[in-house]
């Protein structure tokens, strides 16, 4: 039995201070107020972290292998992390390999952890193509629709990122109708492009900031119609792909708050080797970025513990904020139930942090 002194945990949609976790090693059997019992203190228990972003971990890419057995070793990787439910993220490839990753995902479906999948391209803007390969960048085709449809039909929550002025809106509403979250991304989207995007069906914006062009005073752009917007956001907190001020900038600029999420980008070199192959080129870990042999950022070498404590330690936010970016709003953004602690979680999914905001 391991019994944790919680200064504040997150229960059903709040934080509740001074609380006593009993675990017994495999799931928490007790919450209750701390009545001075010898426990293991802890600034922050709730539940583990959620990313909706993650192409690889342990050593393994889901394109590299799309699988069942490479999605739950992603996820299990994850898990021992402190990211407790994760998507696993198929990067532009061809359709078979899009076909291969739908039936991996159906096959997967119901691996604890394995919160659903994450289709990032191939209907992407060539000119923001970032480190995806533009040979296989092309127009909406229905065999996307048809894998969105089949994994929709079967429960499994999907996102898809797409450049908004590269895909037809009708296509963009028909995807958010059957519950895909299209986010935007890898896009040079004008202002009123991404405007008619979000009419369209766009509700959430891929790493923002990067794999899109810079606003200026007079051209705001995706970037800033993303930022202007109440749709949500995923940014890499990680200090290579945005900088700290960039960060603070863009959590205090939106409308609407609590729209801003955390995510990783995380690659193979996660919990294991610091380098491997993506589209025959290779990808290594120099300085803490992953970088291609040009010295342009390919992913990132970070898991989403370490982006909550950038959060608070670099950019400067609240803890609660930081928590929430990471381990909350990646439902709302998924329009799924917020995770709650209750007697019966896995230990995998409980998340306890230490004052330095280090997994205890």
């Not at 993220?89 to 604890?112: F, R, V």
């Not at 970032?130 to 499994?156: Q, V």
């Not at 904020?321 to 990471?326: I, T």
Request: proline letters at 7%; a negative charge; charged letters at 15%.
């Amino acid at each position: 039995m391991t019994l944790y002194h919680a200064a504040e945990a997150w229960i059903d949609g709040g934080y509740v201070s001074d609380m006593l976790i009993e675990t017994d090693g495999s799931a928490i059997t007790a919450i209750r107020p701390f009545g001075g019992e010898v426990a293991t203190p802890v600034r922050l228990a709730g539940p583990a972290l959620t990313d909706l972003q993650v192409n690889g971990s342990g050593g393994v890419m889901l394109n590299s292998a799309p699988t069942a057995e490479t999605i739950a070793h992603i996820v299990g990787t994850q898990r021992a992390r402190g990211t407790g439910w994760v998507m696993p993220t198929l990067i532009t490839s061809e359709a078979a390999l899009l076909a291969q990753a739908t039936e991996a995902a159906l096959e997967a479906w119901g691996t604890p952890g394995f919160l659903g999948l994450h289709i990032e391209g191939p209907h992407l803007n060539v000119a923001r193509k970032g480190t995806h390969n533009p040979a296989f960048i092309r127009p909406f085709e229905p065999e996307t629709m048809d894998a969105a449809r089949r994994l929709r039909e079967a429960g499994i929550p999907v996102m898809l990122t797409l450049a908004p002025e590269c895909v037809p809106a009708e296509s963009i509403t028909e995807l958010a109708g059957i519950g895909v979250i299209v986010s935007a991304g890898h896009s040079a989207a004008t202002a009123d492009e991404a405007q008619a995007g979000l009419k369209a069906g766009v509700s959430c914006f891929t790493h923002l900031y990067n794999a899109m062009p810079p606003m200026t005073s007079r051209d705001p752009g995706i970037l800033g119609a993303a930022i202007n917007s109440d749709a949500y956001a995923g940014i890499i907190v990680d200090g290579h792909h945005v900088s700290w001020p960039m960060v603070a900038l863009a959590c205090r600029a939106r409308p609407e708050k609590a729209r801003m999420f955390m995510v990783s980008d995380a690659m193979s070199t996660i919990g294991g080797p610091d380098h491997f192959e993506l589209y025959g080129e290779r990808i290594e870990v120099r300085d803490g970025a992953l970088v291609n042999a040009a010295g342009s950022l390919a992913g990132a070498h970070v898991d989403l513990v370490t982006c909550l404590r950038n959060g608070v330690g670099h950019v400067g936010l609240p803890l609660h904020e930081a928590y929430e970016m990471a381990a909350i709003v990646p439902y709302d953004a998924m329009n799924l139930p917020r995770p709650t602690l209750k007697v019966g979680t896995p230990v995998e999914e409980l998340l306890c942090l230490d004052a330095a905001l280090a997994r205890v």
